[in-house]
């Protein structure tokens, strides 16, 4: 049994010392990556259509995480009776990528460089926006692995589409994200769950998604299958991709993000499916989006993200065994 970190000598509170995620390792230098999972931060907001102030969730998140960072030996689950997250599973914190302010190609890049740099040490990419336009470079970044590896399935928990392909020029902002994905010839196709009420999305949008493979549920539907059902929905065995953006649940559990929509999951409508995912194929990428601290003066919206992100985490590499 690995050993609890108190016995270090120190009693290492969550509110003490640096808010790394999870208070993990930081590890500045790129090239010095040696994790089962690395954190980026995507502090970009440039492409919101309404509020901004994402580009301070990958900072929240952090402080956040370090709630549950107690130096315990691993997070034991009694419903499940597993410990989760011991010391087997290497999690490191990459920083943030560079972000240059009113130039969206260029900070783009500079999120594809710093996924790419985490799969290239064999580590998960876990990437912490920002807006959903964050999602682009990321879903870029595969391009190399996936010719060596095989395909990815694309599994997005969201209150929107995202599925719009060009409006008055703009191609890359948080409205397009979904769209950009499934361009890829390496992603196989696309699950989209908890999309509802009055979308940006025009109708068309979504006739081109399900044309181009993806299967639209919204919330109420995802409720009224259930789990099993969803999760047959998706290729067993896949390479798994998937992207949260924090406006999926309801706002009065989640109110800190640029476009609330009432009518959103709760905690375990997601984290149900995202531990039947971790079951059911590979999951070898992350991001979660839209976390906009500022609306939340109670903080619950960035403890969710850290929380569902852990849990998500240690889903993975406990299937993993």
Same mark, same amino acid.
């Given at each position: 049994?690995?050993?609890?970190?108190?016995?270090?000598?120190?009693?290492?509170?969550?509110?003490?010392?640096?808010?790394?995620? &999870?208070?993990?390792?930081?590890?500045?230098?790129?090239?010095?990556?040696?994790?089962?999972?690395?954190?980026?931060?995507?502090?970009?907001?440039?492409?919101?259509?309404?509020?901004?102030?994402?580009?301070? &969730?990958?900072?929240?998140?952090?402080?956040?995480?370090?709630?549950?960072?107690?130096?315990?030996? &691993?997070?034991?689950?009694?419903?499940?009776?597993?410990?989760?997250?011991?010391?087997?599973?290497?999690?490191?914190?990459?920083?943030?990528?560079?972000?240059?302010?009113?130039?969206?190609?260029?900070?783009?890049?500079?999120?594809?460089?710093?996924?790419?740099?985490?799969?290239?040490?064999?580590?998960?990419?876990?990437?912490?926006?920002?807006?959903?336009?964050?999602?682009?470079?990321?879903?870029?970044?595969?391009?190399?692995?996936?010719?060596?590896?095989?395909?990815?399935?694309?599994?997005?928990?969201?209150?929107?589409?995202?599925?719009?392909?060009?409006?008055?020029?703009?191609?890359?902002?948080?409205?397009?994200?979904?769209?950009?994905?499934?361009?890829?010839?390496?992603?196989?196709?696309?699950?989209?769950?908890?999309?509802?009420?009055?979308?940006?999305?025009?109708?068309?949008?979504?006739?081109?998604?399900?044309?181009?493979?993806?299967?639209?549920?919204?919330?109420?539907?995802?409720?009224?299958?259930?789990?099993?059902?969803?999760?047959?929905?998706?290729?067993? &065995?896949?390479?798994?991709?998937?992207?949260?953006?924090?406006?999926?649940?309801?706002?009065?559990?989640?109110?800190?993000?640029?476009?609330?929509?009432?009518?959103?999951?709760?905690?375990?409508?997601?984290?149900?499916?995202?531990?039947?995912?971790?079951?059911?194929?590979?999951?070898?990428?992350?991001?979660?989006?839209?976390?906009?601290?500022?609306?939340?003066?109670?903080?619950?919206?960035?403890?969710?993200?850290?929380?569902?992100?852990?849990?998500?985490?240690?889903?993975?590499?406990?299937?993993?065994?």
């Amino acid at each position: 049994m690995s050993k609890h970190g108190y016995e270090a000598g120190r009693l290492n509170l969550p509110f003490v010392g640096i808010a790394t995620f &999870g208070k993990k390792p930081y590890v500045e230098d790129w090239n010095q990556i040696d994790a089962d999972v690395a954190i980026l931060g995507a502090p970009f907001d440039f492409g919101c259509q309404f509020r901004s102030g994402a580009r301070f &969730g990958p900072r929240a998140v952090r402080e956040a995480s370090t709630l549950f960072s107690f130096g315990h030996a &691993g997070a034991y689950d009694h419903e499940d009776d597993a410990t989760y997250l011991g010391a087997d599973v290497r999690i490191i914190d990459m920083g943030d990528a560079d972000i240059i302010h009113t130039k969206t190609n260029e900070s783009h890049a500079n999120i594809e460089y710093g996924v790419k740099k985490a799969l290239d040490a064999g580590a998960i990419p876990v990437t912490i926006g920002g807006d959903h336009s964050i999602n682009i470079p990321c879903i870029n970044a595969y391009a190399a692995d996936c010719a060596e590896k095989g395909p990815i399935h694309v599994v997005q928990i969201d209150a929107h589409l995202d599925f719009v392909d060009e409006r008055h020029g703009v191609t890359d902002g948080h409205g397009n994200p979904m769209r950009r994905a499934i361009e890829k010839d390496y992603v196989s196709g696309m699950t989209q769950l908890g999309i509802r009420n009055v979308s940006s999305t025009a109708k068309e949008g979504y006739d081109d998604a399900r044309a181009r493979g993806s299967d639209i549920l919204s919330v109420r539907q995802v409720r009224k299958l259930g789990t099993e059902a969803i999760l047959d929905r998706i290729p067993e &065995g896949a390479r798994y991709y998937v992207t949260i953006d924090i406006d999926a649940f309801c706002p009065s559990i989640a109110p800190g993000t640029g476009t609330p929509s009432h009518g959103g999951f709760q905690y375990y409508d997601v984290l149900e499916i995202l531990q039947g995912l971790s079951k059911r194929g590979d999951v070898v990428g992350i991001d979660l989006v839209e976390v906009a601290p500022a609306y939340d003066p109670s903080e619950s919206t960035q403890i969710l993200a850290a929380q569902l992100l852990l849990n998500f985490i240690g889903f993975i590499f406990h299937n993993r065994k």
